[in-house]
């Protein structure tokens, strides 16, 4: 009868001999990055395929640029929203839908949640 490992090692494990026995590799890094010139968002060397809506370009940008500052969900509907008059058409469910897409196509490059939700006040950009 085979007996079972006492510790489970994981698929991604790379064995290294002479060294401990197994280190994890991470695929996915920390941190985003955003450019504006060619409209790609790039985690190390992978970039965001397919790209993103423009609608959740314009989020991820107006969250990038002030990212030191928390971004008023009034401030995304005037932003993002334009074609709604003075984003006066807009939800605030809509503004939330239009977050959890982002947020999650953002997870597919990062393991961290780069779109904070700041409780009474919108969202920030961390990443």
Same mark, same amino acid.
Request: charged share 25%; hydrophobic share 35%.
């Given at each position: 009868?085979?007996?079972?490992? @006492? ?34 968002? *790039? ?14 370009? #314009? ?18 509907? #005037?932003?993002?929203?334009?074609? @709604?008059?003075?984003? #006066? ?7 939330? @839908?239009?977050?959890? *897409?982002? *947020? ?7 393991? @961290? ?15």
């Amino acid at each position: 009868m085979k007996t079972r490992p @006492a510790f489970h090692i994981p698929p991604y494990a790379v064995f290294q001999p002479g060294r401990r026995p197994f280190r994890y590799h991470n695929p996915r890094p920390k941190t985003i990055i955003v450019d504006p010139d060619n409209y790609d968002v *790039r985690a190390g060397p992978r970039c965001l395929e397919p790209p993103l809506s423009n609608r959740q370009w #314009d989020l991820l940008y107006l969250l990038w640029i002030n990212r030191q500052r928390v971004v008023s969900r009034n401030e995304i509907a #005037d932003t993002v929203y334009t074609d @709604a008059i003075g984003g #006066d058409g807009v939800s605030e469910q809509a503004i939330d @839908a239009l977050v959890r *897409r982002l *947020r999650d196509r953002l997870a597919t490059l990062t393991e @961290a949640e780069v779109v904070h939700t700041v409780r009474g006040r919108g969202f920030k950009f961390v990443g």
